[in-house]
C-alpha cells in the first residue's frame, strides 16, 4: 500500500513535469530511448538555477575555489589509469529465455533483499535460494560483469588506438588539469577545483525517472590537501554540502547520511559518506563525499610519467596532495527539489496543485496578467508592468490565457510565487493585485513598490 502511494506521488510528478514543460522523455517522438531525458523551457531554468546556485555557494563565494570546463571527450589513457576500463562495472544476470538483461543488485532489491556488502556470487546463490525469477517469471542465468562506459572511436580510424569513451564522472577532468591550475595560479593548499557538466553510464536498469538516467549532469569538486589534514578538509565539506541542501529548500528531516562501509565504496574511495534522500521511490543517494586519497594523481604520475608532486611554498617540501571529492547529481537535486516541493491542497472547494519551490529556485517570479485581455488599456498597464518587473528580475511570464482563476492554477502549477493583475483600478491607483502562491492571498501593491 505504502509503495502505491509513494508510486503515485512519484506519476503525479512525472505528469505534471511533462504536462508543464519541465522535463520530457527524450526522443519521444520516435518512441523514446531508455534513460534519457530532455528539458523543458521551465526545466532548463529550474536545472540552471540549481547548477549557478550551487557554482555561487562552492565556487564564487570562495576564494580557494577554481572553476574548470574540460572535455568529454578524453585519451583512453585517463580511463585506464584511472580505474575505470578495469572496474567500474554492474552485475549483470540475463532472463534464461527471453535473454532480458537485469542488474542483479536491482532484481534482488526488487525482491525485498537487501545486496549491500554483497558479491555477485552471494548475489546469484540469494537468487536461487529465494527462487526468485526474472519479471517475465523465467529462471535467471549467474551474473557477469557489464562496463557501464560508452566506448566511442576518435577520428576515422576505427582500431584500438581510437577508442574513447564518454566520461562516466566529470572528476578525470579536473585531475587531468590540477597541474595546470597549480602552475598558472599557484594556489596555496587546501585548495579546490570544480566542474559541472555531463556524464554517461550505459545504465543496465535505467529507472525512477531522471534518478537513474544514462546521460546526466555532475557538479564536482576535487579539493586538495595535505595527506594529514584530509578529515579536517572531509568535515568542512561535508557541513558545506549540508549548508547547499539547506538552500535548496530540501527539509532538514529528509535527508540522512550513510557512512557507506569498506565493501561497497568506489575502488578509489578510503572514506564515503552519502547524503540520502526521502524520495517518493525511498531513501536514495542524492550526491556522495568520497576521500579519494592519492589515488588519481598517484595514477596520473605513473602513467603519464608527468611529476604530480605540490611543493609547499618557499620549502623543499614535495608531495602528492590527496583529495577529498564532493560529488553532486544535478537530476537527483532537481528531483528532491520538484518532489519535496509538490504540494496538493484544497481552494474553495476544488483540488489545487502547486509547487512550493524557494523563491531563488522558482523558473518564473512572477506572472503578470491583464483582468480582461480584451480592454486595450488594460493589456497596454499590464505590458507597461510587464516590462518594469522584466527588467528588474528576468525571470518574469506574461500570461493571458483562460479567465484570471485558470492562470493562477497553472502558476500555481509551475511555482511562480506571486502572479500579478492590472484591472481597471490599476488605471486609477497605479496599484496591482499580487496574489500570494502559497496563502493564495491577495494584496494591492502599488506599481512603484513592486
Ligand atoms: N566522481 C565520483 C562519482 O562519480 P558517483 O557516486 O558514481 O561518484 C556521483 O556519482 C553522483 O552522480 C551520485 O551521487 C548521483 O547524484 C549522480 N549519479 C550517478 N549516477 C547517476 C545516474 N545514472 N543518473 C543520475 N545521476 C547519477
Redesign the pocket.
Known amino acids: 500500500m505504502a509503495k502505491e502511494i509513494k508510486n503515485q506521488a512519484m506519476e503525479s510528478i512525472i505528469s505534471l513535469a511533462k504536462r508543464r514543460g519541465f522535463i520530457y522523455q527524450g526522443s519521444e517522438v520516435y518512441g523514446g530511448l531508455s534513460?534519457t531525458w530532455d528539458y523543458g523551457p521551465l526545466g532548463v531554468t529550474l536545472k540552471r538555477n540549481i547548477m549557478n546556485l550551487w557554482w555561487r555557494h562552492f565556487v564564487e563565494s570562495r576564494d580557494d575555489m577554481y572553476g574548470v570546463d574540460a572535455a568529454i571527450l578524453m585519451n583512453q589513457k585517463v580511463w585506464k589509469a584511472s580505474g575505470h576500463v578495469d572496474t567500474f562495472v554492474d552485475p549483470l544476470c540475463e532472463d534464461t529465455v527471453n535473454h532480458r538483461r537485469f542488474r542483479t543488485d536491482h532484481v534482488l532489491k526488487d525482491n525485498g533483499i537487501d545486496p549491500d556488502g554483497m558479491t555477485m556470487e552471494q548475489m546469484d546463490a540469494a537468487i536461487i535460494e529465494n527462487g526468485i525469477k526474472s519479471v517475465d517469471g523465467n529462471p535467471l542465468s549467474s551474473s557477469r560483469t557489464f562496463n557501464m562506459m560508452f566506448k566511442t572511436n576518435v577520428g576515422a580510424t576505427f582500431d584500438e588506438n581510437s577508442v574513447s569513451y564518454l566520461r562516466?564522472?566529470?572528476?578525470q577532468g579536473i585531475f587531468t588539469n590540477y597541474k595546470n591550475v597549480v602552475d598558472n595560479f599557484y594556489p596555496d593548499l587546501p585548495f579546490g577545483i570544480a566542474q559541472q557538466g555531463k556524464?554517461f553510464?550505459n545504465?543496465i536498469s535505467?529507472r525512477d525517472f531522471?534518478?537513474?538516467?544514462?546521460e546526466?549532469e555532475?557538479m564536482?569538486i576535487e579539493y586538495f590537501v595535505r595527506p594529514e589534514k584530509w578529515e579536517e578538509a572531509f568535515d568542512e565539506l561535508l557541513a558545506e554540502t549540508h549548508l547547499f541542501l539547506e538552500s535548496l529548500g530540501l527539509p532538514k528531516e529528509a535527508i540522512h547520511e550513510l557512512d557507506v562501509p569498506a565493501e561497497d565504496r568506489?575502488h578509489y574511495s578510503k572514506k564515503t559518506i552519502?547524503i540520502e534522500f526521502d524520495y517518493p521511490i525511498g531513501k536514495e543517494?542524492?550526491?556522495?563525499i568520497?576521500y579519494r586519497t592519492d589515488f588519481d594523481l598517484g595514477n596520473i604520475q605513473r602513467d603519464s610519467g608527468r611529476n604530480m608532486e605540490y611543493t609547499i611554498k618557499g620549502t623543499n617540501e614535495k608531495f602528492i596532495p590527496h583529495v577529498i571529492?564532493p560529488?553532486?547529481?544535478?537530476?537527483?537535486?532537481l528531483m528532491a527539489v520538484l518532489t519535496s516541493s509538490y504540494r496538493e491542497d484544497e481552494v474553495n472547494g476544488e483540488k489545487r496543485v502547486y509547487l512550493q519551490l524557494p523563491e531563488h529556485l522558482a523558473p518564473v517570479k512572477y506572472a503578470v496578467s491583464p483582468l480582461l485581455k480584451n480592454k486595450p488599456e488594460l493589456v497596454a498597464k499590464a505590458r507597461e508592468v510587464y516590462s518594469l518587473l522584466k527588467k528588474k528580475h528576468g525571470a518574469v511570464m506574461w500570461d493571458d490565457n483562460g479567465n484570471i482563476g485558470k492562470r493562477y492554477r497553472r502558476q500555481d502549477e509551475i511555482g511562480t510565487p506571486y502572479c500579478v493583475v492590472v484591472d481597471f483600478d490599476s488605471l486609477e491607483d497605479d496599484s496591482v493585485t499580487v496574489r500570494n502562491r502559497d496563502t493564495t492571498e491577495q494584496t494591492r501593491i502599488a506599481i512603484s513598490q513592486l
Open positions: 534513460g562516466p564522472e566529470t572528476a556524464a553510464r545504465e535505467p531522471v534518478f537513474r538516467s544514462r546526466f555532475q564536482e568506489a552519502d543517494e542524492l550526491m556522495g568520497a571529492e560529488s553532486f547529481g544535478v537530476e537527483r537535486a
